[in-house]
């Protein structure tokens, strides 16, 4: 356990920075992995005064007692590791959104918004989902399963995301003109980071099945092992497929989308599904989320990362069809509807995720709404076409003026530094 917390911490920081922070623009390259390194201590702080005490504390439909385990009271030193477990989960879920507003939202309104999204949307959804009572809406009441986080962490993030980016409004120059990631290198590092930390993310998860034996806890870490590896194998190819049809190209970055995208599907069902059904959810859940990421085009909503096109739909697929091809030998005993169970599972399933999209859409609008009209939530127009890194953080990743291979600058240099001209390109992303 102490191995899957920190492969899991590992994905926010540094592997969703360096993912992120390739496909961004070279201006706001230090901006974007910012946005994941801040999350870790802004996020995990909260988690250990309230969030486990929300998430886990006790009964509640939508959250338990935020002071019934205040700062951890009352939990044995022994359970910290468990505690640590599921505060990654928060980190990482926060950091997701920020794929969406690269380029134009205020770091300083970022800061504000990811603790007040934390407490008000994140940890009671975590309730939801994983504390599992009677009384926790889509886990106890409803039914549905979510071994890993579709809903709580890969649709709530992805929801958030479509959320700010409306009220956001589109980059400066978007979809005129393309906005290329400036560094693929860092983006497939950043994904084979990914997905060795989601090793930490599925078959860690574990840790919280009641009851079971040595035989049947083997059994079920072989099978999401496995389960999680197959999955994302077959998301690969059925991403640069479509890419290789729709576009006549197969990318890399359609391979690194494809490796998250297959994750993001398998999360919610890794322990629910037999290989075959790990195949199949992997393969339609990349061949759609390939799809999916030009919806913006045609809708106009500049999701800059794709986060929507892939947390969002990757998370729904994966979460739905957890009733279409779960097996009575997996982790929640049901048998979906290609096994004989009938449309019961597929219900449940699909209620979950309407509840999930509802809750965190709703309560993201109020946050979001509220920094907006308040502080605010964009960059001036300046600010954004000189680059943000610059704005927020005083400093350029790429020190190209003075010959040297430093990547700081103090504000005063910065300032008054001649800036670069770049290029305004973009392709698929993920």
């Not at 889509?138 to 962490?153: L, M, S």
């Amino acid at each position: 356990m102490l191995v899957a917390t920190a492969f899991v911490l590992m994905m926010t920081v540094p592997a969703l920075a360096l993912f992120y922070g390739g496909m961004s623009r070279s201006k706001s390259v230090l901006n974007m992995m910012m946005m994941s390194f801040i999350a870790a201590p802004v996020v995990g702080i909260l988690y250990v005064a309230v969030g486990w005490s929300m998430g886990f504390g006790g009964d509640g439909t939508f959250f338990a007692n935020p002071f019934e385990l205040f700062w951890l009271e009352g939990v044995s030193t022994d359970n910290y590791i468990y505690v640590m477990f599921q505060m990654t989960f928060a980190i990482i879920t926060a950091a997701l959104i920020s794929g969406a507003v690269a380029d134009r939202l205020k770091f300083s309104a970022w800061l504000v918004f990811v603790p007040l999204w934390a407490v008000i949307v994140y940890f009671p959804m975590a309730h939801m989902v994983f504390s599992c009572t009677d009384d926790s809406l889509i886990c106890g009441r409803i039914g549905a399963q979510d071994y890993a986080g579709g809903t709580a962490v890969h649709i709530n993030a992805g929801v958030a995301a479509l959320v700010l980016v409306l009220l956001l409004g589109k980059r400066i120059g978007w979809p005129r003109e393309q906005m290329r990631p400036h560094n693929l290198t860092l983006t497939m590092l950043g994904a084979g980071m990914l997905w060795l930390g989601w090793y930490g993310f599925n078959v860690g998860s574990i840790v919280f099945a009641d009851g079971y034996n040595d035989d049947q806890f083997f059994a079920e870490t072989g099978r999401t092992f496995a389960n999680t590896t197959l999955a994302t194998f077959a998301a690969i190819l059925g991403w640069l497929l479509v890419e290789r049809l729709i576009h006549k190209k197969a990318t890399s970055l359609g391979a690194a989308s494809g490796i998250v995208a297959g994750l993001v599907a398998i999360t919610p069902a890794a322990g629910a599904v037999n290989l075959s059904g790990a195949v199949a959810i992997g393969l339609i859940a990349g061949g759609l989320c390939a799809w999916a990421v030009g919806l913006k085009y045609k809708l106009g909503y500049d999701d800059s990362l794709d986060v929507v096109g892939v947390h969002l739909v990757g998370g729904v697929v994966g979460t739905v069809l957890i009733g279409v091809f779960s097996t009575a030998e997996g982790a929640g005993g049901v048998d979906g509807l290609l096994y004989g169970g009938g449309f019961g599972s597929l219900a449940d399933q699909s209620l979950g995720v309407l509840v999930a999209v509802l809750y965190s859409g709703i309560l993201t609008t109020v946050i979001a709404l509220a920094i907006k009209y308040t502080m605010g939530l964009r960059l001036d127009e300046e600010d954004e076409v000189n680059g943000i890194d610059l704005v927020a953080h005083g400093e350029s990743a790429y020190d190209l003026h003075s010959g040297t291979s430093g990547g700081s600058s103090s504000v005063l240099a910065a300032s008054t530094a001649p800036v670069a001209t770049t290029t305004k390109t973009e392709g698929a992303s993920a």
